[in-house]
């Protein structure tokens, strides 16, 4: 079975600070990994995606996340948060031969002036 | 590309109506699926239809709940005897058999509230 853990419910940051949001993952078999964004009373977005080429993966926005087997991690950074950032975001897991995506249960990003 | 498109965006419902939904996924996606997102959950998978055919149904829909995808295309998810507990944003993806490592892309999700 997979599984996705992020930690931090809620995030603050500072604008012009660095981003960092944390996702682990459980999966017996090599996963997918996929960072999407949410904006109040919308649907998802793709920011990023892991499928087992680079580790080090850019996304939109100017966000990346790098792909750590050994800590079962894949964590979401930019280095410069900007307040159009503020918004909701899901780790997600799947794999090659499935089809559903398990999702995280989300960290809220708030980026303080 | 004109996107994953949802009908409605918002609905409110009394308990023990039946209410419907529309997802029309991008043109090209032979493969289409159903989320459900409660209040500061993440979007919890429901079913999934290849072309036609609905291929899993997940143990959170219940006998109340009803998704088809007639022609392949768009697809309708029914709530039958609606409860409060069915209040959330029902979110659709689509995305391509053979697509990049199988990407889904999402629409905007229809919000229901169950009065």
């Known amino acids: 079975a997979q599984s996705v853990t992020q930690l931090g419910s809620h995030v603050s940051v500072s604008e012009g600070a660095l981003v960092l949001l944390r996702c682990n993952y459980s999966?017996?078999?090599?996963?997918?990994l996929f960072w999407y964004v949410q904006y109040p009373n919308q649907g998802l977005q793709l920011l990023l995606k892991y499928t087992s080429a680079a580790t080090l993966v850019k996304g939109i926005n100017g966000f990346e996340a790098e792909f750590k087997k050994s800590e079962t991690s894949f964590h979401l950074t930019k280095p410069s948060a900007h307040m159009r950032d503020a918004a909701e975001y899901f780790c997600?897991?799947?794999?090659?031969?499935?089809?559903?995506?398990?999702f995280g249960t989300g960290t809220r990003l708030k980026v303080l002036a | 590309d004109t996107g994953v498109s949802q009908d409605p965006r918002h609905k409110i419902t009394k308990r023990g109506q039946n209410v419907t939904f529309r997802c029309d996924p991008i043109?090209?996606?032979?493969?289409l699926y159903w989320y459900r997102q409660t209040l500061g959950q993440g979007p919890e998978f429901l079913t999934y239809f290849q072309n036609e055919a609905q291929l899993e149904k997940s143990r959170l829909l219940s006998d109340r709940f009803s998704a088809e995808r007639p022609k392949g295309s768009f697809s309708t998810l029914e709530i039958q005897r609606t409860e409060q507990g069915d209040s959330a944003m029902y979110l659709c993806?689509?995305?391509?058999?053979?697509?990049?490592?199988?990407?889904?892309?999402f629409g905007p999700g229809t919000r229901l509230l169950v009065l």
């Open positions: 993806a689509s995305s391509l058999e053979g697509g990049t490592q199988e990407t889904q892309y």
């Open positions: 043109s090209e996606h032979n493969r």
């Open positions: 999966s017996s078999v090599p996963p997918y």
């Open positions: 997600a897991v799947s794999s090659s031969g499935t089809y559903k995506y398990i």
